[in-house]
C-alpha cells in the first residue's frame, strides 16, 4: 500500500502522555523535524513544563486519554489552535506491576483503560477528519509486552496485546482512505513508568534519546516504585496499610498503593 507522504515540516502532531518520558521525548524529535506539536497529558503541570521546553513550536494541552469527551474537546482545541491533525502519536500509558492474583479489579480495569480505551478513542476521535482528508498517520505505542509475556505485567501484557491487535486491524481499516497506522514495541526504557524496576536484564535498555537529563528528571527516586499518573494539585496520599501492588523489586523497594492510584486516576475526572 503506497500513502500520501507526509512532510513533518509544518505538520501538526498530537503526542499524548507527552508530558514525561517517551512521550515527552518525541513531541522534542518531532518539533526538531520541524512539525507544530500539542503537547497533551493528563498531568496538565508535566506538559506546560515540556511545551516550554520545546518552544513556540508546542502547545500544551489537557487530555484524559480515557473518556471520549475528553479527547473531543481536546482535539478541538488543537485544531483551533494549530490546525487539522495531520499525525497521532497515541503514547500515553500506565504499568502497574503485580503479581497477577493479587491485582485489584480496579487497577487492571484502569490499566485497560488507559492503554487500550485510550487508544481506541484517540483513533475514533481524530481519524475521521484524516479520513475525510485522505491523508494522516496515526503511531500508537504498545511494547515488546505486546509480544512476549512478562511475569508480574499481565494485565499490563494483555492491554499491550490487544493494543497491538488493534492497531493491526485499524492499519487495515484505514489504508483505502490513505490513513497508515503503526505501532511501536519499545524495549526497556528508563522512565517514570519503570522507576524502581531491576531493567537491563536481558532487555535492551535505553533512557529516551534527545531527552536532557532524562535519567535525572525522570527517575527522581530511582530505587523506588513511581509509576503512579501525578495529577496537577494533588497532594501525595498518605501510605495506606495492608495490600500493597508491590512492584517485582519487592515490598522493601516500595509498594503501589491501589487506593491512591485510582483516587488519583479518578480525581482527573473533575480537571
Ligand atoms: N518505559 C518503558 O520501558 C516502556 C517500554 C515499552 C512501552 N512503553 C510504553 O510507552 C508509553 C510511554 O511510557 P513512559 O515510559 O514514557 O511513561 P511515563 O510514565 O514516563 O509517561 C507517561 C505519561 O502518560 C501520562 N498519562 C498517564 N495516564 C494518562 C491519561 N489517562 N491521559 C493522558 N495522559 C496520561 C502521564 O501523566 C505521563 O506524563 C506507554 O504507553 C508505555 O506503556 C514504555
Redesign the pocket.
Known amino acids: 500500500m503506497k500513502y500520501p507522504e507526509i512532510s513533518l515540516v509544518g505538520a501538526v502532531v498530537l503526542v499524548?502522555?507527552?508530558?514525561?518520558?517517551?512521550?515527552?521525548a518525541t513531541a522534542q524529535a518531532m518539533a526538531a523535524g520541524g512539525a507544530r506539536v500539542a503537547v497533551?497529558?493528563?498531568?496538565r503541570a508535566?506538559a506546560d513544563v515540556a511545551a516550554a521546553e520545546i518552544g513556540s513550536a508546542a502547545r500544551a494541552y489537557t487530555?484524559?486519554?480515557?473518556t471520549r469527551a475528553s479527547w473531543d474537546a481536546c482535539v478541538a482545541a488543537v485544531v483551533a489552535d494549530l490546525g487539522p491533525i495531520d499525525v497521532l502519536v497515541g503514547?500515553?500509558?500506565?504499568?502497574p506491576v503485580a503479581p497477577f492474583l493479587d491485582e485489584p479489579d480496579e487497577i487492571g480495569e484502569a490499566t485497560l483503560d488507559?492503554?487500550v480505551w485510550?487508544l481506541i478513542h484517540g483513533m475514533r476521535a481524530v481519524a475521521p477528519a484524516m479520513i475525510e482528508r485522505g491523508f494522516g498517520h496515526i503511531a500508537n505505542?504498545?511494547?515488546?509486552?505486546g509480544k512476549i509475556a512478562i511475569p508480574g505485567l499481565a494485565v499490563?501484557n494483555a492491554s499491550?496485546f490487544a493494543a497491538v491487535g488493534l492497531s493491526s486491524a485499524a492499519r487495515l481499516a484505514f489504508a483505502e482512505h490513505g490513513v497508515s497506522v503503526s505501532t511501536v514495541?519499545?524495549?526497556?526504557?528508563?522512565?517514570?513508568?519503570?522507576s524502581g524496576l531491576p531493567?537491563g536484564k536481558g532487555l535492551p535498555t535505553v533512557a529516551?534519546r534527545g531527552h536532557r537529563g532524562s535519567r535525572r528528571a525522570?527517575l527522581p527516586h530511582p530505587a523506588r516504585r513511581d509509576?503512579r499518573?501525578?495529577l496537577p494539585g494533588r497532594p501525595r496520599p498518605r501510605a495506606r496499610r495492608g495490600a500493597g501492588v508491590a512492584g517485582p523489586t519487592g515490598a522493601a523497594r516500595g509498594r503501589r498503593r491501589p487506593g491512591s492510584y485510582l483516587r488519583r486516576?479518578g480525581s482527573?475526572r473533575r480537571l
Open positions: 499524548t502522555g507527552a508530558g514525561r518520558g517517551i512521550g515527552r497533551a497529558d493528563l498531568d508535566a487530555l484524559d486519554v480515557r503514547n500515553a500509558g500506565v504499568m488507559v492503554n485510550g505505542v504498545a511494547s515488546l509486552a499490563y499491550k514495541l519499545p524495549s526497556a526504557v528508563r522512565t517514570t513508568l519503570t531493567l529516551p525522570d509509576a499518573t501525578r486516576l482527573a
